[in-house]
């Protein structure tokens, strides 16, 4: 798809005014897709504990779009295909190439631990490349998932559906796995849909669950970005002081 393409349809450049279920999960992925190639980037392969701890996320961030990929196909496109026969039939084909792309930069990665030297240098860029070429890919992908998928899922559900879909989806997500997805999602919003996803699992939380969280999240916003969501949930804004309120 390109940008002309994407600018002449009006499907394509509606804000949504419903109930997105791609967007704060697209954005925690954009997120972790940038800031993993930047690390790849500037990775000394020289360095074991660099190495490892960049080469971890990378991990990390395959198993995100592998899972994240699988949630979609089992849970959002039959809801589309449910009522529009053959709209989800795209994205699922890109999914399959996705799935291939996700295996062979896993054994890149894997050639690059196990290299020697100079080896590991070419390696390395072999590496960035390739996750360039992936998270591009993806981008594209995004895109049309949030304005035909949605499209699709706002033409034919109501909200409240929705959201049921959306619940049924997270229950599946092992809790280990959430704290993985919600690390890069809450940097990831803007303040007034992280107050709303926080605030709204706030009171369904054990108080040591919540405190995990948010120590988790805070080491990742700025000073500002903290306090206003510690003013938002009713936590203490100082250093030192989150407790759950
Ligand atoms: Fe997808």
């Known amino acids: 798809m390109t940008t002309a393409t994407l600018t002449r349809d009006p499907a394509v450049t509606r804000t949504a005014p419903r109930l ?13 897709m940038m800031d993993t190639l930047m690390r790849i980037g500037r990775l000394d392969v020289g360095d074991a504990a660099e190495m490892q701890a960049t080469l971890g996320q990378f991990d990390a961030l395959l198993q995100l779009c592998r899972s994240h990929l699988q949630h979609e196909n089992e ?20 999914h399959v190439e996705h799935l291939a792309h996700i295996d ?5 990665a894997t050639a690059l631990r196990a290299a020697e030297g100079e080896r590991r240098q070419l390696l390395a860029l072999r590496l960035y490349r390739h996750l360039a070429l992936f998270v591009a890919d993806n981008f594209q992908h995004m895109q049309l998932e949030e304005t035909v998928h949605n499209a699709s899922l706002w033409a034919h559900y109501r909200d409240e559906e929705l959201a049921a879909l959306h619940d049924r989806l997270l229950a599946s997500v092992p809790p280990v796995e959430m704290l993985r997805v919600l690390r890069w999602m809450i940097p990831a919003l803007n303040p007034a849909e992280r107050a709303a996803l926080v605030g709204g699992r706030k009171a369904g939380m054990p108080p040591e669950a919540l405190f995990g969280l948010l120590d988790q999240v805070r080491a990742h916003l700025d000073e500002r970005g903290w306090d206003k969501l510690a003013r938002a949930i009713g936590v203490p804004q100082q250093p030192g002081l989150v407790e759950v309120a």
Request: glycine content about 8%; proline content about 5%.
């Open 104 to 108: 062979a930069l896993r054994d890149e």
């Open 20 to 32: 997105d279920l791609y967007a704060p999960i697209h954005k925690a992925l954009r997120s972790c």
């Open 75 to 94: 849970f959002v496109h039959p809801a589309i295909e449910a009522r529009e026969g053959g709209r989800s039939r795209r994205i699922a084909g890109e």
